[in-house]
């Protein structure tokens, strides 16, 4: 494929993503025009708490969109080297959130609050057993079960679905990373 074509691809993988993101986190936002005018103060900082954490999935989302296309590199953790699926999400939460997490996906594991996987929310992490050992391999939950990562030697960073059997039968948890859970 040249590399004009792979540029193709990867803009229309990233308009796709975007798409998604934006129907999941609609959802948070249906009540904005009541909550502005709200007469009842206590919902005002519940939305506000809403908002912080649209933001914040928002963030993290748009910032993975901008590493689709970057090559896998085990090991690696800068786009110009490539990346692993750890190296991956912790430069995504460095950039977007500031953020510091453990190197590896078992490490990163450990890190953040366990979430059910039918209460995923975009920026939530997902991990998976893909070298017969558990959280061996991390990516960041898209919305309508889409996650991103970079997947293995010869791939690059891109946008999957976790109703594939690959990634169903593989699947180890997920994570929420709060404010501060992460920073070491």
């Not at 009541?34 to 919902?43: G, I, K, R, V, Y």
Request: proline letters at 3%.
């Amino acid at each position: 494929m040249s590399a004009k074509m792979l540029t193709n691809v990867s803009r229309i993988y990233r308009s796709a993503a975007l798409v998604l993101i934006a129907v999941s986190l609609q959802t948070v936002t249906c009540n904005q025009a009541w909550a502005t005018d709200n007469p009842f103060p206590e919902s005002s900082t519940a939305f506000s708490k809403i908002q912080e954490i649209r933001q914040r999935a928002s963030d993290l989302t748009m910032k993975a969109m901008d590493f689709m296309g970057i090559r896998y590199k085990r090991g690696g953790n800068t786009p110009e080297n490539g990346l692993d699926c750890s190296g991956f999400v912790r430069l995504v939460f460095k950039d977007a959130v500031g953020e510091n997490l453990p190197r590896t996906a078992a490490e990163i594991s450990r890190v953040g609050e366990n979430v059910d996987q039918k209460d995923l929310q975009p920026g939530d992490l997902v991990f998976y057993n893909t070298l017969k050992r558990g959280f061996s391999h991390v990516g960041i939950y898209l919305g309508d079960n889409k996650f991103i990562h970079s997947p293995s030697a010869g791939g690059q960073v891109r946008v999957e679905s976790m109703d594939l059997a690959y990634w169903k039968k593989r699947f180890n948890g997920a994570r929420r990373i709060n404010d501060d859970s992460g920073k070491q």
